[in-house]
């Protein structure tokens, strides 16, 4: 096995006990990026052959190899002169191009920002250096986060499923659960808005976790939805993610809504017995039900046979390891999670999007303009792709002082509804008294690329289980339960109430430790597998 398919709390190890440089980890890293993701994505670019279909996963928009090698040899200066290197020593990770780095081009997966250099990092980015983490790159995501297939980004070719090179990776970190999945670093830093991390990680095989709004800083995350976004860590293992979240969380002085909320030692809870606890599972995370615009009608249908299957059998485990299973418990504003998620991140993206104006700092029109007006439209018809672009008439629409009532302020109303719902079944002392809830991640595994991609709405749907967390600004954390007839990975999720990642982490890894031996958690991704033969 090659040091890039190693657990990071592996290559951590071997690295602070000096059985391997942090250099020599990050070469294997690179070597492996060079064997498997092909060309990194470029604005104008074209997509990729179907040769390339095939072979490569192109996860990076930019790999930057220099500022690792920087990196890893402090790493090792550190080890050498005898400090303390920190957890993640020389731990390889990725983070989506949404984060700023400072001194690299940070692009948001647009062209409006595909030459900014960022004059400052994200504390997230910041946290994973000072524990010690590496950075291999940036990968590629859906223009400014807007979509569940990274196929609306501006950087092509868009990224393909390790799993199988003619799917979609999932999205909006897409680049960084396929990177995850086929050992282009352990661990990779993503953002989930209405379910951009757990998405990915369940279309990927890899654990995605979302943390409670404000656990983690906002600060150096290029915005979409400024009360719904979260940062947070992909893994190809729980306790991968749980080193991941300790290294990130905590209250930022740079980021006003980042809580004042004690870290707790999530590995210390991760290994706590899931004996005695109780976890839910709800019928309305079984099925999809959207607004069918020829019949005027809402339409429900139940979500694919071997997902359910999936999601229960892992309920089964949790029984066996001594949880108690509580079905049928009621969400009765699940279904409000899209429509409710529609109006109110447009009307946040729409806002955000406002200061890309060709004048401060991005992309600006090359053509010759008569006033600062002509430079605005120019820069920004040109800048933007389809998605931003829909999503802020969109939101411009639904902020207009006359819809006001009948759109925003009910959507809000609904986020409060689902709020609490959520407060209820986690109440304490309710009737339901439950530590989490188990889902499915996803409607769907895996689709093809191309199938869905150009129908905004039906794309939309596939948050139709994530979004409601988002929502609530609770915590959720998706990991693989299995694999359907295809080939493709199936995730679960354990969703809690606020802060509770130390229990949906304790869940994860109790069901992946029990699950060990299972045939499916042998398999590989193709491209790695082939690598190893
Ligand atoms: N798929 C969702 C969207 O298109 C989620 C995006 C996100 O979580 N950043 O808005």
Not at 18 to 46: F, Y
Not at 198 to 216: D, E, I, N
């Amino acid at each position: 096995m090659k040091t890039c398919d190693l657990p990071a709390y592996t290559i951590a190890d071997l690295i602070r006990t000096k059985q391997l440089s942090a250099l020599e980890v990050l070469e294997e890293t690179l070597e492996r990026v060079n064997q498997v993701d092909g060309r990194p994505g470029e604005v104008d670019a074209p997509e990729a052959s179907s040769e390339e279909d095939l072979s490569t996963i192109h996860a990076f928009t930019l790999v930057t190899e220099d500022y690792a090698r920087r990196q890893a040899q402090k790493i090792d200066q550190l080890i050498q002169d005898g400090n303390d290197p920190g957890p993640l020593a020389g731990v390889p990770y990725t983070a989506k191009d949404i984060f700023t780095v400072k001194g690299i081009r940070s692009t948001a997966g647009s062209k409006i920002l595909s030459n900014y250099v960022s004059p400052y990092s994200a504390t997230v980015v910041e946290r994973m250096e000072d524990a010690g983490a590496v950075m291999l790159g940036k990968v590629n995501l859906d223009e400014f986060t807007y979509g569940s297939s990274s196929e609306s980004s501006a950087f092509k070719p868009v990224p393909r499923n390790p799993w199988d090179t003619s799917r979609v990776v999932g999205g909006s970190s897409g680049g960084s659960a396929a990177a995850v999945a086929a050992g282009e670093g352990a661990i990779s830093l993503g953002t989930d808005t209405g379910g951009s991390i757990r998405h990915p990680a369940s279309f990927c095989g890899t654990v995605g976790l979302k943390p409670t709004y404000g656990r983690v800083s906002r600060y150096g995350l290029i915005a979409f939805g400024s009360s719904l976004d979260c940062p947070g860590p992909l893994a190809r293992n729980v306790t991968d993610a749980a080193l991941a979240l300790q290294a990130i969380a905590g209250q930022d002085p740079r980021d006003a809504t980042s809580a004042a909320v004690p870290v707790p030692d999530y590995l210390a809870e991760m290994e706590k017995e899931v004996r005695g606890m109780r976890i839910g599972l709800s019928e309305e995370f079984f099925r999809v039900t959207y607004f069918d615009a020829e019949s005027m009608e809402l339409v429900e249908n139940p979500i694919d046979d071997q997902i359910r299957e999936a999601v229960f059998s892992a309920a089964g485990f949790l029984a066996q390891l001594g949880a108690d299973i509580v079905t049928d418990v009621p969400l009765p504003h699940t279904k409000y999670g899209v429509p409710t998620y529609f109006v109110i991140s447009r009307v946040e993206a729409s806002s955000n999007l406002l200061r890309y104006d060709g004048v401060k700092y991005g992309y600006r029109t090359a053509e010759s303009i008569k006033d600062l007006l002509e430079l605005y439209r120019k820069t920004r018809g040109e800048g933007f792709g389809v998605e931003p672009k829909l999503r802020m008439l969109m939101g411009i629409y639904l902020s207009a002082a006359q819809f006001d009532k009948g759109y925003y302020q009910r959507a809000l109303k609904a986020r409060a509804l689902m709020r609490g719902d959520f407060e209820t079944i986690f109440d304490p002392k309710g009737k339901f008294r439950l530590d989490a809830l188990l889902t499915p991640t996803a409607p769907s595994t895996a689709f093809p690329i191309g199938s869905v991609y150009g129908d905004s709405v039906l794309m939309q749907y596939s948050d139709q289980l994530t979004a409601t967390t988002n929502h609530a600004g609770i915590p959720g954390l998706s990991f693989p339960v299995g694999f359907d007839r295809d080939g493709l990975p199936i995730g679960a999720q354990v969703l809690g109430p606020d802060y509770s990642e130390g229990s949906l982490l304790r869940i994860a890894r109790a069901y992946e430790k029990v699950t060990e031996q299972e045939a499916w958690r042998s398999l590989k991704p193709p491209l790695v597998a082939a690598l190893d033969s």
